[in-house]
């Protein structure tokens, strides 16, 4: 079993597309846990919203992403995985912007209906290469190593927002987030092009070329 848990991390960690795209994923997790213990803070503190329309603050976000779904066929081969990448970062980031910076609640909800969209969009980019770039019998190991990256950072995001909620005050978690976010992109995002996705998809599976990440 220790052979086999190796063998999953030795594969994702030389897969240096992969490991940037799981970055870039743990960072977006990271930032949205850091946000989302305070959220509720947020919108029943400075944004007066009644607890009785909290609500919105989950379900619009939610509808974004159901929505991002069933737009990624259509999407993400027109603009490409790279574009994708970005947006996933950029949105989220504008979105944290709009939610620490103001204080209009509709606003604040299109932010964050549209940063779902770009995160749903960026899953179906991810999982392509995932399953594209990893041969068949290590796809399940080295699968568990990117979401231990990439999930494993939550609950130091949530630390983190606490932490920074109670000492600068219940804005700076989605500053500090917009701001991260948007060093993510530039240091991370920017390697990950269309062509180095088509690239990395069709290494182990020729098949590939007619995925989600290839263009019409």
Do not use: K
Not at 120 to 147: F, H, K, M
């Amino acid at each position: 079993m220790t052979q086999d848990i190796r063998s999953g991390w030795v594969h994702f960690w030389r897969h240096h597309l992969l490991r940037r795209v799981a970055f870039i994923s743990a960072a977006i997790n990271f930032f949205g846990s850091v946000t989302g213990g305070v959220l509720v803070l947020l919108a029943t503190g400075p944004y007066q919203v009644p607890m009785s329309r909290y609500g919105l603050f989950v379900a619009v976000p939610a509808a974004g992403a159901i929505v991002g779904s069933l737009l990624a066929e259509h999407v993400v081969p027109r603009i490409g995985g790279g574009p994708t990448t970005w947006l996933a970062a950029l949105v989220p980031a504008a979105s944290y912007a709009i939610l620490g910076l103001g204080q209009h609640t509709p606003l604040a909800l299109a932010g964050m209906f549209c940063a779902a969209v770009a995160s749903s969009l960026n899953q179906i980019v991810v999982s392509t290469l995932r399953q594209a770039a990893v041969p068949d019998e290590l796809l399940g190991r080295v699968t568990a190593a990117y979401r231990l990256v990439v999930l494993g950072v939550i609950p130091l995001g949530a630390l983190a927002g606490g932490l920074l909620g109670r000492g600068l005050g219940i804005r700076a978690p989605f500053i500090a987030a917009a701001v991260g976010l948007v060093l993510a992109a530039l240091l991370l995002a920017s390697r990950v092009t269309t062509q180095a996705l088509r690239d990395a998809e069709t290494t182990h599976d020729p098949a590939a070329r007619s995925s989600a990440l290839t263009a019409p």
